[in-house]
């Protein structure tokens, strides 16, 4: 295609972080996968994708943390751009800059936000107009968590995760989130659900209505009241210290907590933009955790926020 090896301008795209405020998990499938009930809430923290032509594909990173990132061919941002390039006969001969805000490693969707964002900067780069539906189909093969980092606002995702139904959501929602010293891999995290839940019987997953509602209306103490997190007693197994900084955040005044996603982050929900500064103080004074970010929820999806000089 043309332009698709040019030098020339780019496009930037900037995409949310997430918070699992219910994440429900079903029985291990034959698969190996599990059936889920998850509802993102995407959250204003933002990691910002540079695409421009180059030579050939190569990425590079900026930020906190940035040495954690991969910078081949397994970033999700580098096979966003290669399979976008398959699907339409071109060669992803691109430079990908991240310039990385969300906690990596976090439980926050940072790398499937990076894949989302680098799907819509090249398919602007490269001019192909592709549907919502085309991209979300494309995210859903790059992993459960990309098409909602796509998508943004507040979502139920059934299936692994990547089928989404929107959901409204009513007013503000203010969240502190505590950075983990290390990561704390998913697959070990649902390794453990399975051994903790071996010889029960797990219930399907299903969606809380009740915290449906407290999103549709804005409603944080009734958000606090329904958080729930099926993964959270099998990321305290791998991480017994993680129960020592829900505390400290509970003790500061926080509506709810929560381990978020499969960890090690951990997530506190606010009454207001005030008390989130004061539960932030309080888990950095405990040190219980790394750092803290305050956040407001929702936050939109991926969106081309510029262009930028090849």
Known sequence: MQGAGARGAGVRVRVPAKVNVQLAVGAARPDGFHDLAN?????????EITVTPADELRITCSGP?????????SNLAARAAIALGARHGIEPRVHIHIDKDIPVAGGMAGGSAD?????????????LGSSREELLALCSELGSDVPFSLLGGAALGTGRGERLT??????AFHWVFAVADGGLPTPAVYGEFDR???????PAPAADPALVEALRTGDP?????????????????????LADTLTAGTAAGALGALVSGSGPTTAFLAKDEDAATRVAEALLASGTCRTVRVAPAPAPGATVVGAEDG
């Open 196 to 202: 903790l839940t071996e010889g029960t019987d797990v």
């Open 39 to 47: 509802v993102f809430l995407a959250v204003g923290l933002y990691d």
């Open 221 to 241: 103490v009734a958000l606090a009241a329904t958080l729930a997190n099926d993964l959270q007693p099998a990321a305290l197994s791998l991480r017994p210290s």
């Open 115 to 127: 894949g989302a964002g680098a799907l819509l900067a090249c398919d602007a780069l490269w001019s």
């Open 166 to 171: 929107p959901l409204d959501v009513g007013g």
């Open 65 to 73: 943390d940035a040495h954690q990132v991969p910078l081949d061919e």
